[in-house]
Structure formats: structure tokens, C-alpha cells
T-cell receptor
Framework: KAGVTQTPRYLIKTRGQQVTLSCSPI?????VSWYQQTPGQGLQFLFEYFSETQRNKGNFPGRFSGRQFSNSRSEMNVSTLELGDSALYLCASSFPAGGSYNEQFFGPGTRLTVL | AQSVTQPDIHITVSEGASLELRCNYS??????LFWYVQSPGQGLQLLLKYFSGDTLVQGIKGFEAEFKRSQSSFNLRKPSVHWSDAAEYFCAVVTTSGTYKYIFGTGTRLKVLA
């Protein structure tokens, strides 16, 4: 099985621009979560999508949004970029089964640099 | 509020030496606990997990971890470190009330001396 893929792997933007990152989960996985990783803050949970619905959300401003498509692929969008948005954005997929917890599988991440 | 603390930001050990990475969590109910490893330029890879049962869990690459409820700890150990173990290690707890949510520690970066 192919792993979680994220595109693009690297991105450079300027302040005020917006950006869209893409994540393709492992085939059959229906849950996709997004995380922001920075040296000072570690991994911060952004949101989780399951069957095209946002099921859980972290403490990030409304500039951060996401969506999930019927094939479970997910995108996250950051509008009006700020310097502090520079980070590694990680996507993780899992196959939740009837309320029990399953392992998350992580993609390699998208490195976003905001100038 | 739930939280995970990894008190050691950096650890340096010699190849062949033993390793223990500390993790403490704060969570009212029985947590699901995980250790992940991240190599440079890579995503996170699961080393091991604890859901219930035997408090000593074995993982991949020769790692093990012990859950101690009384100390709210889930420390990661390896008896003999290899140079390839140099990476960043993350402890995580998954909350089991309501929807499942991962909470990660800030990570411990391991350096291995030849």
C-alpha cells in the first residue's frame, strides 16, 4: 500500500498570500488530521476530517481551514499568511473503526516558508 | 487540560549505551499512549503504543516503554543505542473522551556519538 502523500513538499510564499496544501491518505483510510510542527511549539493539532466532515478542531485562527473530498483526499488552506505560519505541516491518516482507536500514519510533510 | 511533557529537549548518548527518554502526561482517564520517531526530512513513524494490559510494551527497532499509572509516565527505553537511532522522538497521548484527539509532547532530539 502506498503511504500518505503530501504535495507540494516545499513552498515559499510571502506575507499576505494564501496557500493550499494537499494530502492523499492511505487507500481505505477515511480520517485525515493536520498538524503544524515548529521548533518551539512541537506538533500542534489543526483539525481532523472524517467522511468529508470536520470532526475535531484545534486552537488555530480562522485563517486556517480545511476540507475533505469524497475520496478522502484533504486540503488545508491558510489565508493572509504571516511570518509565524512558517512551519512543517504534517498530514496523518487513519481508519477509525467503530469507536476504537487506530494508529495514525504520517506523511512526510510540506515545508512552508513565509517571507 | 490534557498535556504531555517531555522534559529533555536534547539528549546525547554514545553508541552502545542505554537510553531512556522521559514522558509524563496529564489526563484524567486511562490514556492511549504512543511514541513516535521522526528522522530528518521525514514524517513520524510509530515506535510503539499502549492501550491497556501489560504495562511494558515492546516496539520496533528494539525499543520498549513502560506505563506507570502512579507516576503518569510512559518512558521509552533501549538497552543499546545505534547511530541510526539519532532522530527526534515524540510522546503522545490520545484522549478517549468524546472524539479522539492526539496531544504531542514537544519532542526530544537524540544525538548519538560514535
Amino acid at each position: 500500500k502506498a503511504g500518505v502523500t503530501q504535495t507540494p513538499r516545499y513552498l515559499i510564499k510571502t506575507r499576505g498570500q494564501q496557500v493550499t496544501l494537499s494530502c492523499s491518505p492511505i487507500s481505505g483510510h477515511r480520517s485525515v488530521s493536520w498538524y503544524q510542527q515548529t521548533p518551539g511549539q512541537g506538533l500542534q493539532f489543526l483539525f481532523e476530517y472524517f467522511s468529508e466532515t470536520q470532526r475535531n478542531k484545534g486552537n488555530f485562527p480562522g485563517r486556517f481551514s480545511g476540507r475533505q473530498f469524497s475520496n478522502s483526499r484533504s486540503e488545508m488552506n491558510v489565508s493572509t499568511l504571516e511570518l509565524g505560519d512558517s512551519a512543517l505541516y504534517l498530514c496523518a491518516s487513519s481508519f477509525p473503526a467503530g469507536g476504537s482507536y487506530n494508529e495514525q500514519f504520517f506523511g512526510p510533510g510540506t515545508r512552508l516558508t513565509v517571507l | 487540560a490534557q498535556s504531555v511533557t517531555q522534559p529533555d529537549i536534547h539528549i546525547t548518548v554514545s553508541e552502545g549505551a542505554s537510553l531512556e527518554l522521559r514522558c509524563n502526561y496529564s489526563y484524567g482517564a486511562t490514556p492511549y499512549l504512543f511514541w513516535y520517531v521522526q528522522s530528518p526530512g521525514q514524517g513520524l513513524q510509530l515506535l510503539l503504543k499502549y492501550f491497556s494490559g501489560d504495562t511494558l510494551v515492546q516496539g520496533i527497532k528494539g525499543f520498549e516503554a513502560e506505563f506507570k499509572r502512579s507516576q503518569s509516565s510512559f518512558n521509552l527505553r533501549k538497552p543499546s543505542v545505534h547511530w541510526s537511532d539519532a532522530a527526534e522522538y515524540f510522546c503522545a497521548v490520545v484522549t478517549t473522551s468524546g472524539t479522539y484527539k492526539y496531544i504531542f509532547g514537544t519532542g526530544t532530539r537524540l544525538k548519538v556519538l560514535a
